[in-house]
């Protein structure tokens, strides 16, 4: 079965980290411009620090780099199946590695005096949270469905042998091919 809402979600943080990456290169905005996405506002000219190079590129790789793992996340969704032994891993390691640069956001976002970045940070971490949440319920949910499918089968299969090997002995039949009765 099919992880709906995990492939779903999967894209979704995707895309959100590869926009936030691509507003933070453009030169022409920069960090403020991906700040202002996330629904914090800044003037350019009293951070002007924030257009710098050495700000701008290690946060755009970390933005790429989640948005990539998010996107992996999505493929391994496709591809494996929710009972395949490291089928969390790949979603865990996109969403603490989401939080991770989120978090550095925030810290560098306080170190520089940027006012109102906490309360859109921790929307954000919410959201992710939540995501996760749901995302690990969908799984374990579709797991259990697979596992309750599995007893059934094996349950009616049960009980298949037994009624064949009741009629057997009943018509004197012991072996599969009829010979060897009474």
Wanted: aromatic letters at 6%; a negative charge.
């Amino acid at each position: 079965m099919r992880h709906v809402l995990t492939s779903f979600l999967s894209v979704h943080w995707a895309i959100v980290f590869a926009l936030l990456a691509v507003i933070c290169i453009d030169g022409n905005r920069g960090v403020t411009a991906a700040l202002g996405v996330l629904g914090v506002t800044v003037e350019s000219a009293q951070f002007a620090n924030l257009e710098n190079i050495v700000v701008v590129a290690p946060l755009a790789i970390a933005l790429l780099v989640v948005a990539v793992l998010f996107f992996w996340a999505f493929v391994d969704t496709l591809i494996n199946d929710a009972s395949s032994p490291g089928a969390d891993s790949v979603v865990r390691i996109a969403f603490i590695s989401a939080s991770g640069v989120m978090s550095m956001i925030l810290i560098g976002g306080a170190a520089q005096g940027i006012n109102g970045l906490f309360m859109v940070v921790a929307v954000q971490l919410a959201a992710l949270l939540v995501s996760y949440v749901a995302m690990l319920a969908e799984r374990r949910s579709v797991a259990a469905l697979d596992e309750e499918d599995f007893h059934a089968t094996a349950h009616s299969m049960a009980k298949a042998a037994a009624h064949n090997s009741l009629l057997s002995m009943i018509s004197g039949r012991t072996g599969p091919n009829g010979k060897g009765g009474r």
